[in-house]
């Protein structure tokens, strides 16, 4: 079974930090995809950025990379120079290629401190 | 752009009684999902939809109902409400192929929170 874990349920960060956020996954799949999405306290869910598991170099957008270390089945997330704005719950998720379904962590909460 | 639109966006239930959550996508997307999220805890997928006319269960779909009966609405059935369906619901959708659905992500809709009493 495919399953997600996040260990970190809280984090706080000052304003301009860089943080990390862990991911591990299970799967016995080599074709998949790799999600963090934002979830802000207005409920939104709303995609971060992705990765494709037979892709070696690591996923950028803007301030947000992942460390994507597929033997270890690790899949981190970094915020650089962290806004308030970043403040929100931030889930990992995991996608096989052959399969609809998105599998789920439990989220971290992130919390930027001014 | 609209997107995924959701209805209500907050709701009381008693035990036992019924209703319907809305959802309407304007993105001419084929999959729909729709998700349960509890306190501290990651999305279940309730139900999903390949395109209209066909659904399937996810994994906790009991206690629920869909249909799709346009590409655009997919609307989520509560019968006999239950304590145990309070939770937040998100519909999403997103363009995809075959068994395996979308690679891309998918767009949320901003949800529902329900509590039943």
């Known amino acids: 079974a495919q399953t997600v874990t996040q260990s970190q349920p809280e984090m706080s960060v000052q304003e301009a930090e860089t943080v990390t956020l862990s991911c591990t996954y299970d799967t016995s799949e080599n074709n998949y995809y790799l999600f963090w999405y934002k979830q802000p306290p207005s409920r939104q869910m709303i995609l971060v950025i992705r990765?494709?598991?037979?892709k070696q170099q690591n996923a950028t957008e803007n301030r947000f990379s992942v460390n994507f270390q597929k033997a270890a089945k690790s899949f981190s997330l970094k915020i650089s120079d962290s806004q308030l704005g970043d403040t929100a719950m931030y889930f990992c998720a995991s996608k096989m290629d052959s399969n609809y379904q998105l599998i789920w962590g439990a989220g971290t909460k992130l919390i930027i401190k001014p | 752009n609209a997107g995924v639109t959701q209805t209500p966006k907050f709701r009381i239930l008693k035990i036992g009684q019924s209703m319907t959550l809305q959802c309407t996508q304007d993105m001419n997307h084929n999959y729909m999902y729709w998700y349960r999220q509890d306190p501290g805890m990651g999305l279940k997928l309730i139900y999903y939809s390949v395109g209209a006319g066909i659904t399937d269960k996810g994994e906790v779909p009991n206690g629920y109902n869909v249909s799709r009966s346009t590409t655009e609405d997919f609307p989520l059935r509560l019968e006999l409400a239950a304590p145990s369906q309070t939770s937040v619901y998100f519909c999403a959708s997103s363009w995809g192929r075959g068994r395996g659905g979308t690679n891309y992500g998918y767009t949320f809709g901003s949800g529902t929170r329900l509590t039943v009493v």
């Open positions: 990765q494709e598991a037979y």
